[in-house]
């Protein structure tokens, strides 16, 4: 839980001196952001091996092949890390660019139901 107050403390001093050059330097204020937000995920990392553990025991109780879970994982993913760019996105005020990525999840969907059939 420690880390997670560290990643806390940081991503708000972050948010505070984005906050302050936002009006004077936009560019600026999004590399303070993501790079508080990538460094919090770094302290963080630790804590997904839980989730992790429980993916696989989900997987196992389910007696699915690799051949369904694989591509639900994957598809799983890509849809949170679109999200998460698409609010990234919305946030440094480029909504096209929320639109445009949005398209590799797309993309990579179709493939991988065009893989199973």
Do not use: H
């Not at 996105?89 to 065009?114: S, V």
């Amino acid at each position: 839980m420690e880390a997670v107050f560290r990643a806390m403390l940081i991503v708000v001093v972050a948010a505070a001196a984005a906050a302050t050059v936002y009006k004077t330097v936009p560019g600026i204020s999004f590399l303070l952001s993501a790079a508080a937000a990538l460094l919090a995920l770094f302290l963080c990392v630790g804590l997904l091996g839980p989730l992790a553990d429980f993916f696989r025991d989900a997987i196992a109780l389910s007696d699915l092949s690799g051949v369904y879970t694989g591509p639900l994982l994957k598809c799983m993913t890509i849809s949170i890390l679109t999200v998460i760019g698409e609010g990234l996105c919305k946030d440094a005020g480029q909504a096209a660019a929320a639109l445009y990525a949005a398209l590799p999840l797309l993309r990579t969907f179709l493939t991988m139901i065009g893989a199973c059939l």
